[in-house]
């Protein structure tokens, strides 16, 4: 998001980085390389499995991560600054999609977390699990009962640690605490902050039957349909993340080992086994961090157990594919040699996509002012580095809601629903104080809304493609958003609702009108579905490139235990490997993902390790 005070003045702001007991070269590493367990990246999946694997005090585990660290780098530990932490910064592969058929051939930023805790440490915080039906559907779809919400609901209290909001208020009818843990390893909390536009919202809630107020949006059994308040991955007005959480109650066991600026090139085949086993990883020192500008030289770790891809959906693919482990005719004609045949490998790519609808507001409460003021906030930002209370402690919204269309909506005569059931949403509401529309200034005057909708249950697929056997390529990331008919019918209907939420009675005297052409004068389905098509971009969740199908399946690339389909030695355990994107922000599910018995390492036995 470009919002010239804000990203200016955070950013000559940063606080210097401590390192902790993290390594941060590759050179600091001690032969033999030789682990239980190597787990390629250290993000929102790879940090949780690392705490659990060493547990055991006799288990060693290896953790590379390509990016930096998070400690003390403030837009990052800031929930509100977010938005600063991607695009194009340090903190970010910084991707970018090919052009996309389905929004007028246009390209845009891809953000992932290039950090320690990866999207963890640089997503906007939203915190939820996936409704009960899809945990079902995966269960289904992979054939085993262990993924079913009946028995993944129970590691809600395991993972999660639910705290006040910061300024302390009453949070009675904001949350349902039965729903949630309290003595987990990641804090969420409710919004700090009362914004102009929390009594406006609520009163909707009362006025208008198609947004029901629901007491908790958080998943499981309670659909997330209605408008509630969001609950956050923070505590004490700090970003929880997998690194400030599960990494940082595990940095003092000696088995464990995490190392930043490590780049893996490739896995590498070992042992003698009746099929293909992958128990050992190149890598080298991320470009720009070692003594020379492509790197330095390279070393290989090996696994006496298991190497873990935890790289998210882009990485563990691109990792597969340089490994020889994919389309063979497409590797082929890269000069790769195909070890493994699979051409699901990098297919089956699923996202949510994000339209900012913009309002100008008659209100001078909105966060536009201080924004777009390098001395308000410079006051903001010295309010949060000592007290972390303030703007900054909060997220860049306080209410958001899901909504699906309805039963006998024309669409479902022509396309299949393709979310996982009736409780499960087809597009989000994100209600915020300001104007937020990511790579645009804020204007320089005025006041403004933003009710942000996401496609939540696409049916859209793409694909991730290798651009060269050079592993320090950027992949080609083509989701293909907006190629079905049903997904720009579910958008269209979505900024039709985002019209009758802001025509409600409650914002009579609030809401002025829509913002800038072509959302004010996008009053027909072509109009609106060309101001769909010409500005929504990503919410960044991509699933599904290293899909889970049941063990007897001929498609897909990983087993319901999560080991790769042909290959020993080899697990992945990330959001690559749901085969459909959950009904909810994603950071929740992969922390699930974690923590069942389905994933469980204890009954996995070592394997003679040859080199």
């Known amino acids: 998001m470009k919002v010239s005070a804000l990203s200016s003045l955070i950013f000559s702001s940063l606080l210097v980085p401590s390192l902790g007991v993290t390594i941060s070269s590759i050179s600091q590493l001690k032969s033999p390389l030789v682990y239980d367990y190597v787990i390629v990246g250290g993000g929102n999946a790879g940090l949780v499995l690392a705490n659990r694997l060493t547990e055991d005090p006799s288990v060693t585990v290896l953790v590379l991560e390509a990016g930096v660290s998070d400690k003390g780098v403030t837009v990052v530990e800031a929930p509100f600054l977010a938005q600063t932490s991607t695009p194009n910064?340090?903190?970010?592969?910084?991707?970018?999609?090919?052009?996309?058929?389905?929004?007028?051939?246009?390209t845009f930023a891809y953000p992932r977390g290039h950090i320690l805790g990866g999207c963890s440490s640089v997503n906007f915080l939203f915190h939820q699990f996936g409704t009960d039906e899809d945990w079902d559907r995966l269960a289904q779809v992979s054939g085993d009962s262990g993924w079913a919400w009946s028995n993944m609901k129970q590691y809600v209290q395991k993972h999660e640690k639910f705290v006040p909001p910061v300024d302390g208020h009453n949070t009675t009818g904001q949350f349902i605490p039965s729903l949630h843990g309290f003595h987990g390893e990641v804090s969420v909390t409710l919004p700090a902050i009362n914004t102009t536009l929390d009594p406006f919202v609520l009163e909707i809630t009362k006025q208008s039957p198609e947004f029901p107020y629901n007491e908790d949006t958080s998943g499981g059994s309670q659909s997330p349909l209605g408008i509630g308040f969001l609950q956050t991955s923070a505590g004490g007005g700090v970003r929880s993340s997998s690194s400030t959480s599960y990494l940082a109650n595990a940095n003092n066991r000696r088995g464990l080992t995490v190392v930043i600026n490590a780049y893996v090139t490739?896995?590498?085949?070992?042992?003698?086994?009746?099929?293909?086993?992958?128990?050992?990883?190149?890598?080298?020192?991320?470009?720009?961090?070692?003594?020379?500008?492509?790197?330095?030289?390279?070393?290989?770790?090996t696994a006496r157990k298991e190497v873990i891809l935890s790289a998210g959906?882009?990485?563990?693919?691109?990792?597969?594919?340089?490994?020889?482990?994919?389309?063979?005719?497409?590797?082929?004609?890269?000069?790769?040699?195909?070890?493994?045949?699979?051409?699901?490998?990098?297919?089956?790519?699923?996202?949510?996509?994000?339209?900012?609808?913009?309002?100008?507001?008659?209100?001078?409460?909105?966060?536009?002012?201080?924004?777009?003021?390098?001395?308000?906030?410079?006051?903001?930002?010295?309010?949060?580095?000592?007290?972390?209370?303030?703007?900054?402690?909060?997220?860049?919204?306080?209410?958001?809601?899901?909504?699906?269309?309805?039963?006998?909506?024309?669409?479902?005569?022509?396309?299949?629903?393709?979310?996982?059931?009736?409780?499960?949403?087809?597009?989000?509401?994100?209600?915020?104080?300001?104007y937020f529309n990511p790579g645009f200034s804020t204007p320089p005057s005025g006041s403004y809304m933003t009710v942000g909708t996401a496609l939540i249950s696409p049916s859209s697929r793409g694909t991730i493609k290798l651009r060269s056997n050079n592993p320090f390529d950027k992949p080609l990331i083509d989701p293909k958003y907006l190629t079905t008919e049903f997904d720009i019918v579910a958008m269209r209907e979505s900024v039709k609702a985002v019209k009758r939420f802001a025509a409600a009675p409650a914002f009579k005297d609030f809401v002025i009108g829509p913002y800038g052409d072509p959302f004010s004068t996008a009053n027909t389905d072509a109009q609106i579905e060309d101001y769909v098509r010409g500005l929504t971009t990503t919410i960044f969740h991509p699933v599904g490139t290293a899909s889970m199908s049941s063990k007897s399946a001929k498609n897909g690339v990983v087993n319901p235990d999560l080991t790769v389909k042909g290959i020993e030695g080899l697990r992945i355990i990330d959001a690559s490997v749901f085969p459909f994107v959950p009904s909810t922000h994603t950071q929740g599910p992969v922390y699930l993902l974690l923590k069942g018995p389905p994933t469980s390492l204890n009954k996995q036995t070592g394997s003679n390790i040859s080199n």
């Open 89 to 106: 910064t340090p903190y970010d592969w910084n991707y970018t999609v090919v052009p996309q058929q389905g929004m007028k051939g246009r």
């Open 266 to 301: 490739k896995l590498v085949p070992t042992g003698n086994s009746h099929q293909p086993a992958f128990r050992s990883v190149q890598f080298t020192s991320s470009p720009g961090t070692g003594p020379t500008p492509a790197g330095s030289h390279t070393l290989t770790a």
């Open 313 to 434: 959906s882009v990485g563990t693919t691109q990792i597969l594919q340089l490994s020889g482990i994919g389309n063979a005719s497409e590797l082929k004609a890269l000069g790769i040699k195909t070890t493994v045949q699979n051409s699901d490998v990098g297919e089956n790519l699923s996202d949510h996509t994000l339209l900012p609808n913009l309002f100008t507001v008659n209100s001078n409460q909105t966060f536009d002012h201080i924004l777009r003021s390098s001395s308000q906030t410079q006051a903001v930002l010295e309010q949060w580095i000592q007290n972390k209370t303030g703007l900054f402690a909060n997220n860049v919204a306080n209410n958001y809601g899901f909504a699906r269309l309805p039963s006998n909506s024309s669409i479902f005569k022509t396309a299949k629903d393709p979310s996982p059931g009736p409780k499960s949403p087809h597009y989000e509401l994100i209600i915020a104080n300001y």
